[in-house]
């Protein structure tokens, strides 16, 4: 049987909620990832450019730092990795989390929540830090996604 976490980064709640009916739903183990600096409401205001969301997001090479691993990685075959939509990519903070690892072999399924953005360039965005493993296309869900919608949708990836 496949071992399944289901890690997420969520900034203001939203998409803790999500990870969290997933994570049940499938009966996974559930990380979420926690940044050093935790982001204000001034820090994601995206209209403001010089807000630090808005600066990270114009520098994809930019790794803000997290606070916590994932202890075992090797054990899991199968990653849910769930966030917010930022400028129609993964928050730089996602990169900082995948590249923490070695990956080979393991699949990763993206998953967003986002106020009416699709997924844009997420996958080829993701890419270079997934080295090794099955990315697979992710989804963008509403936040009240229910758990049998997420259920329906993962089952795909875990039979």
């Not at 994601?44 to 010089?50: A, E, I, P, T, V």
């Not at 830090?129 to 869900?141: D, H, M, P, V, Y």
């Amino acid at each position: 049987m496949r071992k399944i976490l289901v890690a997420y980064f969520s900034a203001s709640g939203i998409t803790a909620k999500l990870a969290g009916h997933l994570a049940t739903a499938i009966e996974a183990d559930l990380h979420e990832i926690q940044p050093e600096i935790p982001y204000t409401k001034a820090d994601l205001d995206w209209m403001d450019k010089k807000s630090r969301s808005s600066v990270e997001m114009q520098d994809k090479s930019f790794r803000p730092a997290i606070t916590n691993k994932v202890q075992n990685m090797e054990q899991y075959d199968v990653i849910f990795i769930a966030f917010p939509i930022w400028w129609y990519v993964a928050p730089t903070i996602v990169n900082s989390f995948l590249e923490q690892y070695n990956l080979t072999g393991k699949m990763i399924i993206p998953l967003a929540t986002s106020g009416g953005s699709g997924m844009g360039n997420t996958t080829k965005e993701l890419a270079p830090s997934c080295k090794g493993a099955i990315l697979q296309e992710g989804k963008r869900f509403s936040a009240n996604a229910s758990e049998q919608e997420l259920m329906e949708w993962a089952k795909n990836y875990i039979r």
